[in-house]
């Protein structure tokens, strides 16, 4: 089963650059997630959805913007990519949100200079 | 200030020797407790969580985690550990009437050496 697949896995971009960051689940998920994780601070929820044509910010959203076109695709975008943006990207899906348990793509790491 | 809090931030220890990570939150009321793991080169994935009832969660691989209310605590524990247990651990808090998003704790590295 693929679960949830996101491209691509590295990436360096120049300062100023835009770039999409693609999530697609094949679970049917209502509720899908993007994080990012620095070292030693965990991971932050930059934007969530709960339903195709749905989105909503999470605690660190400036500088990112996210649609949800279909039920499976979740793309984040990046219009003006900063230094500050060098991170690993988690993209994350749920059933639903009350049992918590969320299913995590591999990873993309951004690298901005 | 991190809401969920994870002292160790790196952790070594020998093969067969027991484990115990720190979780405390800061949130009252209700909450969801779960600890998730990533191994090398793996996604994160759901070790154990705790919604109710008894307050000892066992789970996957021989994990267990207790739920102390009075200490705000979430403390993940196994008697024996091996060197496939060399991984990042975070702990995570669900507030069910605080908009059921999860904030995680800032990860805890742990090395197992065989």
């Known amino acids: 089963n693929a679960g949830v697949t996101q491209t691509p896995k590295f990436r360096i971009l120049k300062i100023g650059q835009s770039m999409t960051l693609q999530c697609t689940q094949d679970?049917?998920?209502?509720?899908m997630y993007w994080y990012r994780q620095d070292p030693g601070m965990g991971l932050k929820l930059i934007y969530y959805?709960?339903?195709?044509?749905?989105?909503d910010k999470g605690e660190v959203p400036n500088g990112y913007n996210v649609s949800r076109s279909t039920t499976e695709d979740f793309p984040l975008r990046l219009e003006l990519a900063a230094p500050s943006q060098t991170s690993v990207y988690f993209c994350?899906?749920?059933?639903?949100?009350?049992?918590?348990?969320?299913?995590f793509g591999e990873g993309s790491r951004l690298t901005v200079l | 200030a991190q809401s969920v809090s994870q002292h160790n931030h790196h952790v070594i220890l020998s093969e067969a020797a027991s484990l115990e990570l720190g979780c405390n939150y800061s949130?009252?009321?209700?909450?969801?407790l779960f600890w998730y793991v990533q191994y090398p080169g793996q996604h994160l994935q759901l070790l154990l969580k705790y919604f109710s009832g008894d307050p000892l969660v066992k789970g996957i691989k021989g994990f267990e985690a207790e739920f102390i209310k009075s200490k705000f605590s979430f403390n993940l524990r196994k008697p024996s550990v091996q060197w496939s247990d060399t991984a990042e651990y975070f702990c995570?808090?669900?507030?069910?009437?605080?908009?059921?998003?999860?904030?995680f704790g800032g990860g805890t590295r742990l090395m197992v050496k065989p």
């Open positions: 679970m049917n998920h209502n509720y």
């Open positions: 959805s709960v339903g195709a044509g749905i989105t």
């Open positions: 995570a808090v669900r507030r069910p009437n605080a908009g059921n998003m999860l904030t």
């Open positions: 994350a899906s749920s059933r639903e949100a009350i049992t918590g348990e969320l299913f």
């Open positions: 949130y009252g009321g209700t909450v969801n």
